[in-house]
């Protein structure tokens, strides 16, 4: 072989190399896309059974037996959270209970789901803003964690009385 032989086949593999570069980058791009997008999709579906396990309960313990119409007979913002004798997520009976709550799930595949809860009274004409005083509307915010998602996974729902 000649100068100029080994030249071209020396720009050959060259030209080969950053190819096969070029299609594993790519390979590997689509793979990591698709894996943050199932990741998405699990914590969403996670986030939604938390708060469809927790618009099941009563709104308010003082709601469970009694009929009532004034907020001020509500559970006082500064005990929103679970009662003395609530130990365990199953013995919640009332929406506020998972107040500071913490759950984690975990998947085979994507790692675990960290979820945080966070129980509000809120303005009945502004869900926006939160109230330092009962109203007849909560507002239900679960976090979700994930090390294949880049930001944390927020939803939330206000319920009324």
Known sequence: MNTGQTLLVTVGLLLFTIF???VY???SSRF???IANEALL???????????EITS????EKTINNVVSLPDSLTPVSLLGPDKNETDYT???????YNNYKRTEKMSRLGNFDS??????VNMKNPDLISSNPTFAKKIE??????FVTDTIKMYRVVTY
């Open 42 to 52: 699990t914590g969403t579906g996670v986030a939604q059974s938390l708060i469809d």
């Open 25 to 27: 980058r790519t390979t």
């Open 20 to 22: 096969i570069l070029t």
């Open 116 to 121: 945080i809860v966070k129980v509000f009274y």
């Open 57 to 60: 309960k009563n709104f308010d």
């Open 142 to 147: 679960v976090y979700v964690i994930n090390s």
């Open 91 to 97: 013995k919640f009976d009332d929406i506020d209970d």
């Open 32 to 34: 990591a896309f698709a």
